[in-house]
């Protein structure tokens, strides 16, 4: 990634993704480069880990962030797992408090700033020349469907995030712009491509004209033939495999006794859509919300349902289940069956879960997302066989079936996979270049 000798070399580019983020800087030379993030990983999770039981430092709550903060959480640490940080931009939660243990509870805000605030400290570490004060963010091209108030609220937030902790220049880039940028790189002469972003949180496409005549202008506003974008993503995918398999056994859409012979009805459904949301979980581990729960037993026509779904409560293993259903649906992804074991809340039960059980349980989300990249194109006043490559980008692209069913409404277009993790920090990372240089 080149970048001219002129330039201050003060800037960053930041991908703050919903299950991942990276981050880069310029290089010694003309480049720019990913920063080493955890060990040699360019990419960390998007998540923080808040210990209960450990006193602040001098850098605030005793924290840890990527991987580290998953390991903790899986090993059993005392304390809060917070990810899918991005899912909380334009919602009211922002400026609430959440509880972390301990007594304690912690903006939305704060924990968003926190984890960019530990990005720029490892980009900064990579950097010690220059002050990092200038930063090009990348955003969905929707952060809340249909709501541009909402909408614009959202990115504002990220903005006084990153000026929170010390960005004082803050420009935005969409996701699949960047991504387009990357795959630019790699082109041999005009095309007009079609990239596919998606995610943890969005599905964002974006239609350019990519060039290595056109590669070094900074203004690429002609080239921007259309963007459009959905808010149903990987987390959506983890979300719906997880009702589907999982949570049926809490007693999710089971039914009710009969009681004097009326007919059954089915159980209350809030707790299990609250455990399938990342950002939901924490609420179901009230005091008040546990009494509720535990006092709806007589509405279970199978008591071992309510018992089950107590234990997740009790002992607070909703994230735990969520990460299962994740995992599983990694598993089938790419075809075949798996089983979900689900022995933490009962001896000796699992869970089958297949390719097809998953894909019905997918099939409105995939629905929507394909018309989307259909919009994309027709927003352009152009016909799919106009587009000459489609760009696969984003960790929710390994889903095999949806990939093909994208494909299958381009099928003129070269097919070209990117990095799924680190295409959109490449990307924003050249764009960085350009602006400031």
């Keep these: 990634m080149p970048v001219p000798a002129s330039a201050s070399r003060s800037f960053c580019a930041i991908d703050f993704g919903t299950s991942n983020s990276a981050i880069a800087i310029p290089d010694t030379g003309r480049r720019m480069r990913l920063v080493p993030l955890e060990g040699s990983n360019t990419t960390m999770p998007t998540a923080v880990f808040y210990f209960a039981d450990l006193e ?59 984890y960019l605030k530990r990005l720029r400290a490892c980009a900064q570490a990579e950097h010690a020349e220059t002050n990092l004060h200038q930063v090009v963010l990348g955003r969905p091209v929707f952060f809340v469907d249909e709501d541009p108030e909402r909408d614009a609220a959202a990115q504002g937030t990220l903005e006084a995030a990153a000026r929170a902790v010390g960005f004082d220049e803050v420009h935005f880039q969409f996701e699949p712009i960047a991504a387009a940028f990357d795959y630019e790189q790699q082109a041999q002469a005009e095309q007009i491509v079609l990239v596919a972003d998606i995610g943890g949180g969005t599905s964002d496409f974006s239609l350019v004209r990519v060039g290595p005549d056109r590669m070094h202008r900074l203004d690429r506003r002609d080239d921007i033939l259309a963007n459009h974008g959905v808010h149903v993503a990987g987390t959506d995918f983890d979300r719906r495999v997880e009702l589907s398999s999982i949570l049926r056994e809490f007693g999710y859409q089971a039914m009710g006794p009969s009681i004097a012979g009326s007919t059954p009805r089915e159980v209350p459904s809030a707790v299990y859509f609250d455990l399938a949301t990342w950002h939901l979980i924490n609420t179901v581990y009230s005091p008040a919300r546990v009494m509720e729960l535990r006092a709806m037993k007589s509405f279970y026509g199978n008591v071992r349902h309510h ?76 016909k799919p066989e106009q587009v000459n490559a489609l760009y696969l980008t984003g960790g929710s692209t390994g889903l095999r079936l949806l990939a093909d069913r994208i494909a299958a409404e381009f099928s003129r277009a070269q097919v070209v996979r990117g990095d799924r993790f680190a295409s959109v920090a490449t990307g924003l990372a050249l764009h960085a270049a350009r602006l400031y240089a």
Excluded: C, N, W
């Design 56 to 114: 602040h430092d001098e850098d605030g709550p005793a924290r840890a962030f990527g991987r580290a903060a998953v390991a903790a959480y899986v090993e059993g640490a005392e304390g809060r797992l917070m990810r899918s940080m991005k899912s909380i931009l334009g919602s009211g939660l922002v400026e609430q408090s959440t509880d972390v243990g301990g007594g304690r509870a912690v903006k939305y805000f704060d924990v968003l700033a926190g």
């Design 307 to 382: 018992q089950r779904l107590m234990t997740v409560i009790t002992e607070r293993l909703g994230h735990e289940l969520a990460a299962r259903a994740e995992d599983a649906k990694i598993q089938v992804s790419g075809g075949g069956d798996t089983e979900i074991d689900l022995g933490l809340v009962e001896s000796g039960l699992l869970v089958g879960l297949s390719e097809a059980t998953a894909v019905a349980s997918l099939e409105a989300d995939i629905q929507r997302i394909v018309q989307t990249a259909r919009d994309t194109v027709r927003e352009a006043g152009l």
